[in-house]
């Protein structure tokens, strides 16, 4: 199924209320910055080539994905953390982060003043670090498939934080696993999505996530989240857009504030 009726380049032009979309957009598209990409990529994979020991083709995967703007989704939440304090204060007494990487915010979260943080690894926690061995062995941080239930009970959490993760779900599974992430939050959620046109050429990808991601416009979510009866949050929007600007914080990726469930 394609996600691209039409032209979404236009269509996102007027999307959300988020300005930088646009022209981000419009950048991907441009054709002579596309020529001079692939004349750097060219380059680099001539200098890749050249310095070709063991694993210098990995190396040299990961630098094209850079230069192509691979953003993570949940880099962007991590450093979003003060600004996501300033906007909901108490809300951020006991947050759920959702997503890949989650042992990398929960220790972040962890360090915070009065916040408790948890996690749930979608995918495999392969290759991690002692401390995120022991955020598991301590009970911190959970690999659950989030296709299905969540093993919380309702309400367990303020805020459930997620990113990187709704992408590489289809619409059927979404329609479960929104309301499960919307069932264990008390106050809010926050989601992280990548923006239309970005690029995350992770070479692992494929294997951990079993699908491509896809990047869906706002106004895509907006649509979804009415469907499954999210509201959107405009209180916290509002903290975090002034925030935002405050701290000069400009996310990379697509952030919705989501009410929970009453
Ligand atoms: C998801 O749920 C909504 C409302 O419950 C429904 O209208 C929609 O068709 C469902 N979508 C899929 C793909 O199942």
Redesign the pocket.
Known sequence: MSRRPGNPGRRLANGGGIPFISSMNSRSRSSPLLSIGLVVVGAILLIGYCYSGSGGQIADREAVSRLEGAVSCTLEAQRALPVLKKAYGDSMRKVLHVGPDTCSVVSKLLKEEDTEGWGVEPYDLDDVDGTCKSLVRRGFVRVADIKYHLPYRSKSFSMVLVSDALDYLS??YL?KTLPELARVASDGIVVFTGLPGQQRAKVSELSKFGRPAKFRSSSWWIRFFM??SLEENEGASKKFEQASIKRSYKPACQVFHLKAYP
């Open positions: 619409p059927r329609n469907q499954i």
